[in-house]
């Protein structure tokens, strides 16, 4: 299977605790998106990476909150002092492109929950 | 924040009859893109359409964009059970900006055996 692929695909940990999520995209992809979703609404995106570089993050996205993309093939997120609202499903997606947000192809994400 | 705005938020049909979502947004966009969303195969790239595009087709979809109205409407024909699953569209503001790819809140399509 050459999609894309997330792990875990299930994380239960306790409130202020810190978390670590992997994605591993499409080889040839230069591009690395994550996307938080919570229940009955739609993708929110928090950050995206072209090759190695972190090139935007959203005003969503906290200072607990760092992503990386170390050699521009996999990235991890982590979400320091996990609370409460954090819980939701962690997409990842990636994508060939320069310009602009092209078609996406999304991991079956990780769900996690705060306690 | 998400820009696009699906209409209706759940609908029910029948097998074989055809589906119609309507998805509004608020600011300009370089393309929208239309996503299925289901527990098997999690979230589906379906179709793009730019915005110098009105209609586009791909197999049993076909897909339209109105700009002056910043609108856009999916039309699923000959609808199957499989095709039960939450679709979304989603907004390319252009230049790559730091609101990304903007997806509205979905419809939930039930089709009915």
């Known amino acids: 299977d050459t999609g894309v692929s997330q792990d875990p695909r299930h994380k239960i940990t306790k409130r202020g605790q810190n978390v670590t999520f992997r994605c591993d995209p499409i080889?040839?992809?230069?591009?690395l998106y994550w996307y938080r979703q919570t229940l009955g609404q739609g993708p929110e995106f928090l950050t995206y990476?072209?090759?190695?570089?972190?090139?935007?993050k959203s005003r969503l996205l906290s200072d607990r909150f760092s992503a990386e993309r170390p050699k521009g093939s996999f990235s991890t997120l982590e979400i320091q002092r996990t609370e409460q609202g954090d819980s939701a499903m962690y997409l990842c997606?990636?994508?060939?492109?320069?310009?602009?947000?092209?078609?996406?192809?999304f991991g079956p994400g990780t769900r996690l929950t705060v306690l | 924040s998400q820009q696009g705005e699906e209409d209706p938020q759940a609908l029910s049909i029948q097998e074989g009859e055809n589906a119609t979502m309507n998805c509004s947004y608020k600011t300009s966009i370089n393309n929208l893109q239309w996503y299925r969303q289901n527990s098997g195969r999690g979230l589906v790239h379906l179709i793009l359409i730019r915005s110098n595009e009105r209609e586009k087709h791909s197999g049993r979809l076909r897909v339209t964009l109105d700009t002056s109205k910043k609108s856009s409407s999916l039309l699923i024909t000959a609808s199957r059970a499989a095709d039960t699953a939450s679709y979304f569209c989603a907004t390319d503001a252009g230049g790559g900006g730091a609101d990304g790819l903007t997806f509205g809140k979905g419809t939930h399509l039930i089709i009915q055996p």
């Open positions: 997606a990636s994508s060939l492109g320069t310009r602009g947000y092209g078609e996406q192809f």
């Open positions: 080889s040839e992809h230069n591009r």
């Open positions: 990476f072209q090759n190695e570089a972190q090139l935007e």
